[in-house]
């Protein structure tokens, strides 16, 4: 939790400097709002809550948990429409919950953490999504990551111009998003298993893959040999890519072909982040147009980009990336207790050391020494600050390091400073 | 938002620096932990899920949404007894769900914000709790307020004491704890409705009202005489006292023996946070060292606070005590776009800004620049930046405040100073 704490203040510090407002919606929403718009599977893991007083012995819901932060968003901005800003840019980090069977890394009530921005079509927000996440990322601790960045309507071109029918669209976009897990040949073997012509199949493989290392302007003037040199989508492409080298995403965004992306809501810009060493991604976005109409009635342009939390604490974890002051434990010194008349002394000093923003835990009881620094070891404080009856006769505080053994007496009045240099 | 988030910060902040540690609980526990501890009023008001799957056409209901904090509370401590240290002190601030008819200032999901200390019984757990709590008054800028100390032993000897049998000490706890409400006049005709004798009644008002000025000391002193010199709970009630003197909570303390506190399930000490010229309190709390035994089996002491953080953001959003960064708008300066060729200069202009810490918007499309100013205003936007032929020409940027119109152009590698200083 205190992980989860430390990610989330990154990504408000963030998004907040890029204008991007706070929302939080509702636990529930109405049941309608959410039936429907996950699929059938969906609409069984969707938590539905029981009317309230007389009706509840109907056995009817009325009410259902939040599945997901981009239904609520539509609802929000269908229901607002006439309050919104022109350009309304939001992030959201709340849990949601999905009833699927808890398992190892699965949880039915996880965070999910999303920013958009409603309303434009500017390539200037696509990149200033990609800006603030490379920035999330970068104080985090990230390093060498990548942004893989493609265009669905390029997807389309790319297809046609490989001759495969529109009616395979799909099935071939579900085949080439396994590229990264399953290399050339396998999907070669899926194009072929999912229908699609042997040769249709070779020329796709020969467009969408890209090298790793070849810089995006160099796939961008690939695509417009096999595209339309005025192709809209690559020059919408190349904008973003041109806007985004203005901010610290330069250098680390590669134009990957390769890059389909499950949902099917996509109707621009695609985009995903990729870690060294790392399955799967920390996660990804894109341009949705035509979502928001499905609430609206209307369709409104909408640009957004959902950062797996749970996945970026654990790697966060697994890789040590966390300061110790949070990873480490929750107090930085307890103040012990000598004996009953200390009392009042040693809650004197524990105010004195909070107040330099030290944190200080003081144990409760007149116990023996030895039992109160086992006590404070079992709890990972690596200080315990004594105040005898020496150290009050002549105003000063032994402090005690339980990890090395080490123990110093010093003024009363620098205990705070003693300890804050010996912290780390 | 804004607001609860600086709230909540405030108070993070300062119980870590008391040792507490932050816990979250799922939204959802077994439905059987909620149901019946809190009457039958309360279980007509707690949320329930319908099962899933197959079992969902039953209409039965096998989870119920977090109703308070203290409940979840004792559920984890009875789960994880044996791994929960000797003296555990965690807070917790999340949404509870009440199916309460929505009104004014009366919400179905709301924030509760609780810290609790689990496991000793030592004077040491209120004064830190009050002192952590006075804290987060402090530093959220309220002044002069008060604690009101009582406790629920001292009440019963005053009872007894006033000749009020034991079977009647409900009835007049009701009536006394009106007395800030309706005054010694009103609680003498709630005593003799309720049935206590009139002399009883005499008794009770002489010996419960104390005047708001009596320093706690002199209340102390009456108490011992009133009961017995060596009274239980008058010794605990003054360790406390002479504890939290050593804090902030100096000076702020008055024993107050009309505080009764509605829940029934306090055992010693009760307290409440008064505010001059404001009805209720912004929080209150109280020792309850037989709660968890509900759930665990055996008793475990425990005392906590209740910090009324909705009523804690009315009281300051009314008051005008918010920081301007919280309570202005959510963007310092809006970089507005000159034409299209000057799109990546505007990209590169914000990412320095942001860079030094401002909150920056872009105006994402090239329209006329009164339109631009005209939107940024609309959205509370302090200051436009403007990066025309001339001054890209120039390596300037021309800042504008919106407020008064007054326009300076500055280098540009000077513009986020110039805005930081001048964004106050």
């Keep these: 939790m205190r992980r989860r704490e430390h990610v989330i203040g990154v990504v408000r510090d963030v998004y907040e400097r890029y204008g991007f407002e706070p929302l939080e919606t509702p636990a529930f929403e109405n049941i309608e709002t959410l039936l429907g718009k996950y699929g059938e599977e969906g609409n069984k893991l969707i938590f539905k809550i029981l009317k309230r007083g007389e009706h509840e012995a109907s056995g009817e819901a009325d009410l259902a948990l939040r599945y997901d932060l981009t239904v609520p968003l539509a609802r929000v ?226 640009c957004g980009f959902s950062l797996g939390l749970e996945r970026i604490i654990v790697v966060m974890t697994e890789r040590g990336m966390f300061p110790a002051a949070v990873s480490g434990g929750a107090v930085d010194v307890m103040v012990t207790l000598w004996n009953e008349d200390a009392r009042a002394d040693a809650m004197a000093l524990a105010r004195d050391l909070r107040h330099s923003g030290l944190r200080v835990d003081i144990y409760p009881d007149a116990d023996k020494l030895g039992k109160q620094f086992k006590y404070a070891s079992s709890r990972n404080v690596p200080f315990v600050a004594i105040v005898g009856d020496d150290e009050r006769a002549q105003g000063t505080v032994s402090v005690k390091d339980l990890r090395n053994g080490d123990q110093q007496t010093v003024k009363r009045g620098e205990a705070a400073q003693h300890l804050r240099a010996r912290r780390s």
């Excluded at 890394?105 to 999504?129: K, L, M, N």
């Excluded at 111009?161 to 399953?182: C, M, R, T």
């Excluded at 070779?202 to 040999?225: G, M």
């Design 77 to 302: 901005i269908a229901q607002y429409q006439n309050e919104l800003p022109k350009l309304w840019k939001r992030y959201q980090i709340q849990p949601v919950w999905r009833a699927d069977r808890p398992a190892r890394g699965r949880f039915r009530e996880f965070y999910q953490c999303d920013v958009d921005s409603i309303g434009s079509q500017s390539p200037t927000v696509e990149a200033e999504i990609l800006s603030s996440v490379c920035d999330v990322l970068v104080q985090l601790g990230f390093e060498g990551f990548t942004v893989r960045l493609n265009h669905r309507m390029v997807l389309s071109g790319l297809l046609n111009a490989a001759g495969v029918p529109a009616a395979q669209h799909n099935e071939a976009l579900v085949a080439l998003d396994k590229l990264d897990k399953i290399g050339v040949d396998g999907v070669r073997q899926e194009f072929v298993a999912r229908g699609i012509s042997q040769q249709a199949a070779e020329k796709c493989l020969a467009s969408f893959h890209v090298e790793a290392t070849e810089p995006p302007d160099d796939t961008l003037l690939r695509l417009r040999h096999t595209l339309d040199e005025k192709d809209d989508a690559v020059a919408n492409l190349a904008a973003i890519v041109s806007l985004a080298e203005q901010t610290n995403v330069a250098g680390r965004i590669r134009v990957d072909l390769s890059l389909a992306r499950g949902l099917s809501y996509y109707t621009g810009a695609i985009m995903e982040i990729a870690v060294p060493d790392l399955a799967g991604s920390l996660g990804g976005g894109g341009r949705y147009d035509n979502l928001v109409g499905m609430f609206l009635g209307r369709d409104v342009p909408a």
